[in-house]
Nanobody, 115 residues
Framework: QVQLVESGGGVVHSGESLTLSCAVS????????MSWVRQAPGEELDWISG???????FYDASVKGRFTISRDNANEKLYLQMNNLKPKDSAVYYC?????????RGQGTQVTVSS
């Protein structure tokens, strides 16, 4: 069965960095487009980044230049390197088995950025 497990969240100060990981199983990963989305309390789900199997990449304007998405096909992992974090980045982050915000996703990992 499809499984996605996010990790790497935490509490950081403004300007610091975090790297999120997503371990997947249950489906062929290397050709699967994957995405990162986030959801803050009371807010809608935001698609912040995506990567296709052949390396096409999307970044939302809110994270472009600060976040980097990558994938390790051999180990079936998806990553999100987040630099220069801001309080507005505080949210639960999910990896999604899709190009876009909607698809199977994990339980999420909380990122909290204090000012």
């Amino acid at each position: 069965q499809v499984q996605l497990v996010e990790s790497g969240g935490g509490v950081v100060h403004s300007g610091e960095s975090l790297t999120l990981s997503c371990a997947v199983s249950g489906f062929p990963f290397s050709n699967q487009a994957m995405s990162w989305v986030r959801q803050a309390p009371g807010e809608e789900l935001d698609w912040i980044s995506g990567i296709t199997g052949n390396g096409r990449i999307f970044y939302d304007a809110s994270v472009k230049g600060r976040f980097t998405i990558s994938r390790d096909n051999a180990n079936e992992k998806l990553y999100l390197q987040m630099n220069n974090l801001k309080p507005k980045d505080s949210a639960v982050y999910y990896c999604v088995k899709a190009w876009g915000p909607y698809g199977p996703r994990g339980q999420g990992t909380q990122v909290t950025v204090s000012s």
